[in-house]
């Protein structure tokens, strides 16, 4: 196919050859060294690399070189526009050695910056059939003529061209995905388990269970600390999407504009740290799920593009006005109670119906104190091992004390204290006093803290549980003995966390 094989020009492909698997890291110099090859042997006085952008269809000159070089990089063609164009829409190869008089060329370029061309070579670059980008060699020196040979050369350098592309690209897709996976690590967050022993847990269980077989929204409500995130975490693993992407993004730690980028990617130059465009969350969880914790700080100005996306699954990247379409399960939670924020006008009605489809509500720790011991006993296994400490399990002081504390932080106080507990223990078993729960009795620093606010508060929670366990925790009888209001008893209570351990 090729001529006369010039050893010199061999030479260079199998340098190329070797450059392109020993350097995956700058796309842009290999690429360069390509081009400068290709516009030598095909004795070119200018050339380019344009690229297609697969979303927009638009082509960016990638890489120029000749005098006005530099110049050329400012210029983007439509799809179809110019010779590049024509080839990058066509996929095929193309001499042109009296540009002038072609009907394909496009001028402006060649015009306002001061270079016209008067023949040019131009072929596709292809990754399996797909065409990403097209070489342009511009003008061959001495007034000669591109041969068919130049051609074929060039077709050679495009091949090359293309794969060194790719690499780029997957590098790129790969680097995203490190980038994603060393968040997730970093905040310590793999699958967790999740302990259940209480019937109100396992009929939440069994809701997910089904639940999560559809593609349905989910809504997931409870107090602060007592487990959405693994609720949310079992809805993607029992789906069919649990080999597909779960994407967490806690939607109260980013400032507006960081959030839409974030959530929708944007393109290059949509904003001035836009230096390349960037995927959003939502299209990294295309095939998976995708969690959006504390959705009530959901910003009240994107919640019109977010509704879009839960009726269409589809969104813009920031600057960009193509749609993107994903498949995407949503699953979304919240510790703050939205109907309020609705009826406040901080939270759209119509994206708080959309998303409440499929409510689940995960009960606080006091109302399921059976999964306490499990739960107790589930991260004294776990810390002590982190610890390489040894504990003979909680004595039964211990678990009482537990067993009878509201957990007004749930699960994550639950943790924290046995956490606590198995720094300071000293003993073979995890005694009352190493919780710090603030209402044990009987030890010499029963008052807790050191400040007399701290000591009150100890005081007047023990006063009142001692009361309400007299009259069986009946609060308008207790607040007739202790002489208050039943109101300001209900509200004691609360504020005390004093919690009835029968309930
Ligand atoms: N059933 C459970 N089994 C084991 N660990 C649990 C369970 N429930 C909660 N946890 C642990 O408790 C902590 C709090 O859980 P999680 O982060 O899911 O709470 P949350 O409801 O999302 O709270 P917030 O509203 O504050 O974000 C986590 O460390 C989690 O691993
Ligand atoms: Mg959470």
Known sequence: MIGPIDPAKFETLVEISALINSNYGNATSLLTQIL?????????????????????DILRFEIALGPKGSE???????SGEGIAGWVALHGQSLIVNDVEADARHFDNIGKSIGFPAHSILAVPMRVRDVTVGVIEIINKKNQ???????????????????????????????????????????????????IAESPAIKEKLELIDRVA?????????????????????QIHLKSERRDGAFVRVNCAALPEGLLESELFGHVKGAFTDAVQSRKGRFELADGGTIFLDEIGD???????????????????????????????????????????????????????????????LVPPLRQRKEDIAALAEFFLKRFSREMNKRFDGFAD???????????????RELENAVERAVVIAKGSRIG??????????GH???????????????????????ALEENRWNQTETSKVLDIQRTYLSRLVKELSIANPKE
Not at 225 to 231: H, I, P, Q, S, T
Not at 432 to 441: A, K, R, V
């Open 36 to 56: 400068e090859s290709a516009t030598k042997l095909t004795e070119g006085e200018a050339s380019s690399l344009v690229l297609r952008d697969p979303e927009t």
């Open 72 to 78: 050329v990089k400012n210029f983007t063609l439509k």
């Open 144 to 194: 000669k003529y591109f041969t068919q040979n130049d051609l074929q050369w060039l077709e050679i350098f495009a091949v090359q061209a293309a794969i060194a592309v790719e690499n780029a690209r997957y590098l790129e897709k790969a680097r995203d995905e490190i980038h994603y996976l060393r968040d997730q690590v970093q905040a310590g967050r793999g699958w967790h388990s999740l």
């Open 213 to 233: 077989r559809t593609d349905s929204s989910v809504l997931i409500l409870g107090e602060s600390g007592v487990g959405k995130e693994l609720f949310a975490e």
């Open 298 to 360: 959901f910003p009240l100005k994107l919640q019109a593009k977010l509704l879009r996306v839960l009726q269409q699954r589809s969104f813009e990247r920031v600057g960009s006005s193509d749609p993107i379409t994903v498949n995407v399960r949503i699953v979304a939670a919240t510790n703050r109670n939205i109907e309020s924020l609705v009826e406040k006008g901080e939270f759209r009605s119509d994206l708080y119906y959309r998303l409440n489809v499929l409510p689940i």
């Open 397 to 411: 002081a211990a678990m009482e004390l537990m067993l009878s504390y509201s957990w007004p932080g749930n699960v």
């Open 432 to 441: 009352p006093q190493d919780l710090l729960l603030g209402s044990m009795t």
């Open 444 to 466: 010499t620093d029963e008052y807790g803290g050191k400040s007399l606010k701290d000591a009150l508060v100890t005081f007047k929670r023990h006063f009142i549980r001692k």
